[in-house]
């Protein structure tokens, strides 16, 4: 079993920046492929970024492409999601998921994270 714990979620203004971390505990963290996804209300989930088990290759949504930045530290079992240049449409909860697959993105995930909270106020 993996868990997966986010943290650094908050409320911000237009053009902040802020940084979300997901410690992994439970398996060997260099196993999976990572990934930071979001969910605004009413919306489908979206996932926005995804980085290799590596660290090699990362996918980015359109929607976020030149503003946020995944990256991890595989000797802290944790990934991180840099985002800056926020806008409100930003707000939404993000989770943090692993997969264990090869495919990039990976069309479902193994496991998921509780969520954190985004908001972006205009």
């Known amino acids: 079993q993996v868990q997966l714990v986010e943290s650094g979620g908050g409320l911000v203004q237009y053009g902040d920046s802020l940084r979300l971390s997901c410690a992994v505990s439970g398996r060997t963290f260099s196993r999976y492929i990572m990934g930071w996804c979001r969910q605004a209300p009413g919306k489908e989930r979206e996932c926005v970024a995804v980085?290799?088990?590596?660290?090699?290759?990362?996918y980015y949504a359109e929607s976020v492409k030149g503003r946020f930045t995944i990256s991890r530290d595989n000797t802290k079992n944790t990934v991180y999601l840099q985002m800056n240049s926020l806008k409100p449409e930003d707000t939404a909860v993000y989770y943090c998921?692993?997969?264990?697959?090869?495919?990039?993105?990976?069309?479902?995930?193994?496991?998921w994270g509780q969520g954190t909270q985004v908001t972006v106020s205009s």
């Open positions: 998921a692993a997969d264990s697959g090869v495919r990039l993105p990976p069309p479902a995930w193994d496991y």
């Open positions: 980085i290799t088990r590596t660290g090699g290759m990362t």
